[in-house]
């Protein structure tokens, strides 16, 4: 266990509680990494491989998204945008007295840090984006890309069901972890933590449902038309671009993450899908931990 041990606690968010875990103890001249995970509706739980961060002196901190995992689930579509997981994002932050910090996001997290930053925050000292898009545009391009090269059986097994609109049933889920276990994570089987994150966002997939859809590649929730693209140059943090050779998102999608933030560097790892920091984990964390300390250093 590092040093400092484990917090857990709520921070109050409009008129919700939202979970938190904070493992370890910033050490002088070290930050803070807030993670945000995946989905949207996902949880914490698949990225728990980054406490180890915790063991160079640096303190974690984790929470569980409203409408998901350990923190409130309010049933109401109306709530799940964009803009209220910037604002939350924001209440934690300022709800547990972060002062100064480094920000890592998978996937959505990397997306809503990206966000994030674009409101110019005070105090985020650098962001880490891993296997996110800035568009959902050319994420579901890429990922229409990868669908195409599933086997014929299984492509008409999606197509069926998305224009029956039974996308909800059995066979097309069984069809969906044929994409996910070649695009999401290729280990075999699942690391618990994923299937713990995959077990708990099964039982309320509302805020998925809302904004993404129902599977990774037939998006029809309300962020479809998602672009930050052309303000890619507002941020101006140090960054970092992870992403796995393959990735549901690209070598293509990763690439355009790092062309749009100036200065930023693109680490990609030729053994990873979705998942690097499950799939290379010795890899991904000293990647990451090396960032983390050069932007200190600075």
Known sequence: MPAGGVQEGYVRF??????????????????????????????????????ALANRGRRVIFYDQLGGGNSDQPHDPSL???????????????????????????????????????????????????????????WVEECNRLRAELPQEVQDTLLHHERAGSTDSSAYQEAVMVFNRRYLCRLDPWPEPLLRSFHKMAKNPEVYHTMNGPSEFHITGKFKDWNIIPRLGEIRVPTLVTSGRYDEATPKVAETVHRGIPGSR?????????????????????VVADFLDEVEQQ
Not at 117 to 133: F, H, N, R, Y
Not at 266 to 286: I, Q, T
């Open 14 to 51: 409009r008129q919700y509680r939202v979970w938190y875990r904070s493992v370890g103890a910033t050490e002088a001249g070290k930050l803070p990494v807030l993670c945000l995970h995946g989905g949207p509706g996902a949880t914490h739980d698949y990225l728990e491989p980054l406490e």
């Open 80 to 138: 799940w945008s964009v803009s209220l997981f910037v604002e939350e994002l924001g209440a934690v932050i300022a709800g547990l007295g972060l002062k100064q910090l480094h920000l890592f996001g998978q996937s959505w997290g990397g997306m809503l840090g990206m966000e994030f930053a674009l409101t110019q925050p005070a105090g985020l000292a650098s962001l880490t984006v891993a296997s996110s898009p800035a568009s959902m545009i050319q």
């Open 266 to 286: 693109w680490v990609l790892f030729e053994d990873s899908s979705h998942s690097a920091h499950l799939e290379e984990p010795e890899r991904f964390l000293k």
